[in-house]
């Protein structure tokens, strides 16, 4: 059997001990950034990292598939405070609005936004997970979405931040599952 390579991986969920057993779409980053083989490569962007594991284990496999240019595209996004911290708000800004548009679905996807929102935090790593959370059923919709966001989010290094297209948008005061005034 000829040896895995970055070239004939096949992207799967979850966290792999060695390409051999599969990769997830950050071990495969790890693998083109010359690093040690991990999920947390260095040379990629914490915040992007974090939403792209998630979203690697989120998707079905021909979803998934759509994740191998981010591989490659995710190396070297590691950035300044100032760039990571900007890469977490859009994060939750877009998590919010999917947890949004959700809760207006079901009183139990309100449920659900509560519960969120208690976790929601600017960290990079939980910022990620938000987002990811927020999604609920993937669809050919939100899936498209997610790709966008990640080709925003990679933008932002590449871009130096552009000035207030990245501020977070202020929530609403009070309960964050209360029902949204048009």
């Known amino acids: 059997m000829p040896p895995v390579?970055?070239?004939t991986i096949k992207l799967t969920r979850g966290r792999h001990s060695s390409p051999?057993?599969?990769a997830c779409v950050m071990e495969l980053a790890s693998m083109l950034a010359g690093e040690a083989f991990s999920d947390h490569?260095?040379?990629v962007s914490r915040p992007i990292a974090s939403f792209l594991r998630g979203y690697n284990d989120l998707v079905d496999d021909r979803r998934r598939a759509d994740l191998y240019r981010y591989a490659a595209q995710a190396v070297?996004?590691?950035a300044s405070a100032e760039v990571e911290e900007a890469r977490a708000a859009r994060l939750l800004a877009w998590g919010d609005e999917c947890w949004r548009e959700r809760s207006e679905r079901s009183m139990l996807e309100r449920v659900r936004l509560?519960?969120?929102f208690r976790e929601r935090s600017s960290d990079p790593e939980p910022a990620g997970t938000y987002a990811v959370h927020a999604i609920g059923r993937v669809t050919d919709e939100s899936h498209a979405a997610a790709l966008r966001l990640?080709?925003?989010l990679i933008a932002v290094g590449a871009a130096d931040v552009l000035a207030g297209s990245l501020e977070?948008?202020?929530l609403p005061e009070g309960d964050p599952a209360a029902p949204l005034s048009s």
Do not use: F, V, Y
Request: glycine residues 10%.
């Open 114 to 116: 509560r519960r969120a």
């Open 5 to 7: 390579s970055h070239q």
């Open 20 to 22: 051999e057993h599969g």
């Open 41 to 43: 490569p260095r040379s």
């Open 150 to 152: 990640i080709d925003e």
């Open 76 to 78: 070297g996004t590691a």
């Open 168 to 170: 977070s948008p202020a």
